[in-house]
């Protein structure tokens, strides 16, 4: 019944993100129409992939730090990202692809940096060192970035901030070709760790004793759930709440097993992220907001409903 | 009896003066100068400012515009018109405005725009016992007091007068009866644009442009591409400094090219030194926009 729900809320909220819009397309012309075909379409197909990538990635840290407040950019990600993308502004790096590319490098040389620290001195990626080390990462990159904007004499900086609030205003079939290409590898990484990580869920040792190569699963995991959340960032910047939220959602709806969590997370943020931007273009019109605030607008009394009839029952 | 009256006289004074100097203001003299910011401070002077530091390049412009250019000591690094205002040193970007820098040009006067951080600089200011303004100056409408004011202040009032009334007869006209229709896109991702309540939205409609975008209240907002195409402008004007504009990189990109202005290649491309802010040349500005369009494909 509930596998029932889900996929008609994914065929409902694909059917609603091509049929809104403040572009008014009749219905016989939905097929033909450009606006339909390089704008809502990709838009909407952009907005799942990366929402279906959050929320997995949200699972996989969830279960490899053992914490429920993990989020994919907790770990330093999005400061690293963010530096990244001050930098193409502020050099004028050449190309259309710059600034995403250089947000990606930026999230990718971040996680580089605190997966270093969680290996030092033979921790083997010590949850508290991975979130102590995501957070102070997190501030030194801010920092560099703050410097940056002061220092620079760009009045262009500050769009470099619209762009990594999140959203997907420049979404088109190169993008959603850019995270068809590229998710699909950690997601498989990730569904294939499904079992072990489930053992994780018992603690490290027992895990080991149960027969799962703990220090090879959590290095596989880390890196998986990261460049995942990387190449979200470079399609759609910094989009807070989802990785957070869908993986509780779904505990709360399937249970524990990750080779039901992993799936039904990867739809339910794909429903959340989709829809969400699907009134982000149309509440407001002709205006629109940035999707990160109707995540968490319409993400948070859903999540207090679940919660609350959770602890009732 | 009359020796102690005189005492106390004087002690009055005396106090009074002391009071108004913790105050930080200058009794005005004579023919004092007096004017009301737009934070609705009362601003006196003795005389005329004589080392002004101008911290918005519209004010910069303008006191140019009226005569005063060789009172300025101090300005932004944005402060580029016209030419000799770059021979005033610089006191950085303004963003929010360096106090030190700016106290340590001794300027008996700063003009500053009102915004949030520039208010409680302008308070650092007077605690130093440097006099400062605060101006609105987003709309064509704001020129002509500021230009008056900034008259009054320098002692250049009968063309800061002459200037305020050419602005005044411009924010005053109906607009012109549009033929054409544009989009301001200041951004593109996310699409930014220009609304009404701006500068350029009754720049363009006096220069007989209708801005798309005019329902839209504020200055600027965040809209969608598909907003754009379903709005179909006839030109896209896009703010550039460079002497020879090529269009934006955006406008091969597949979804850019929903949108028929850009498909077509139809930019407008506007010098930001004339069009990105308001100033003394606005009518110059508005013909310009006039002739960019007649131009145009």
């Not at chain 1, 990635?57 to 330093?76: I, K």
């Not at chain 2, 209240?217 to 907003?227: K, R």
Request: with cysteine; charged share 15%.
């Amino acid at each position: 019944m509930r596998y029932v729900l889900l996929a008609a809320a994914v065929l409902a909220t694909l059917a609603a993100a091509l049929l809104l819009g403040p572009a008014n397309v009749p219905f016989g012309d939905l097929l033909a129409s450009p606006i339909v075909w390089q704008l809502r379409l990709p838009r909407a197909l952009l907005a799942f992939l990366v929402g279906g990538a959050l929320g997995v990635s949200g699972v996989g840290l969830q279960a490899l730090v053992r914490n429920p407040l993990a989020d994919p950019f907790l770990l330093g990600l999005s400061g690293g990202a963010g530096l990244g993308a001050v930098v193409a502004i502020a050099f004028h790096l050449p190309g259309p692809w710059a600034l995403p590319l250089a947000a990606f490098v930026g999230a990718v040389g971040a996680m580089a940096l605190v997966y270093r620290l969680g290996l030092m001195g033979g921790a083997e990626l010590d949850p508290r060192i991975l979130l102590l080390g995501g957070v102070a990462v997190g501030a030194f990159a801010a920092a560099i970035t703050t410097a940056l904007v002061s220092l620079a004499e760009a009045a262009e900086l500050r769009n470099a901030f619209l762009w990594l609030w999140g959203g997907f205003s420049g979404a088109s079939w190169t993008t959603v070709l850019v995270m068809l290409v590229y998710a699909p590898l950690p997601l498989v990484v990730l569904v294939a760790a499904a079992r072990p990580l489930d053992l994780l869920a018992l603690g490290e040792e027992p895990a080991q004793y149960l027969g799962a190569d703990v220090r090879r699963l959590k290095r596989l995991v880390y890196l998986s759930a990261s460049l995942l959340t990387a190449a979200a960032v470079a399609v759609a910047g910094v989009i807070g709440f989802v990785g957070l939220i869908v993986p509780h959602v779904c505990r709360l709806l399937w249970g524990r097993l990750h080779h039901t969590l992993f799936p039904t997370a990867f739809l339910t943020g794909g429903v959340l992220l989709a829809a969400a931007d699907t009134l982000a273009r149309t509440v407001v019109a002709p205006r629109e907001l940035p999707v990160g605030i109707v995540t968490a607008l319409v993400g948070v009394p859903l999540f207090a409903f679940l919660l609350r009839r959770w602890t009732v029952s | 009896m009359r020796r102690w009256a005189q005492r106390t006289h004087l002690a009055a004074l005396l106090a009074l003066a002391v009071a108004a100097c913790a105050r930080g203001e200058h009794v005005p003299v004579g023919g004092g100068i007096a004017v009301t910011d737009d934070v609705g401070r009362r601003v006196t002077l003795a005389a005329p400012a004589r080392r002004i530091v101008s911290l918005l390049p519209s004010f910069t412009e303008i006191l140019f515009a009226i005569g005063a250019g060789d009172r300025l000591v101090g300005r932004t690094t944005w402060c580029d018109y016209p030419p000799e205002a770059l021979a005033v040193p610089s006191v950085g970007d303004g963003m929010p405005p360096s106090v030190e820098a700016v106290a340590a040009r001794r300027p008996d006067l700063v003009v500053l725009y009102r915004s949030g951080p520039n208010v409680t600089a302008a308070e650092q200011l007077e605690r130093l016992g440097i006099r400062t303004v605060l101006f609105d100056l987003n709309l064509l409408e704001q020129l002509g007091p500021a230009a008056r004011r900034l008259g009054a202040l320098t002692g250049h009032s009968r063309a800061a007068d002459s200037l305020a009334r050419v602005v005044d007869s411009l924010a005053s006209l109906p607009p012109v009866p549009s033929t054409q229709s544009l989009a301001f896109l200041v951004w593109d991702n996310p699409p930014i644009v220009i609304g009404a309540g701006s500068y350029l939205d009754r720049l363009a409609a006096l220069a007989g442009a209708r801005n798309v975008f005019h329902d839209v209240g504020s200055p600027s907002a965040q809209v969608s591409i598909e907003t754009i195409a379903a709005r179909d402008p006839d030109f896209v004007a896009v703010l550039s400094d460079s002497a020879s504009p090529e269009p934006p990189r955006y406008a091969s990109r597949p979804e850019w090219r929903v949108v028929r202005a850009v498909r077509e290649r139809r930019f407008v491309f506007l010098p930001g030194q004339l069009f990105g802010r308001p100033g003394p040349r606005a009518a110059e500005a508005i013909r310009d926009l006039r002739r960019r369009l007649e131009a145009a494909p």
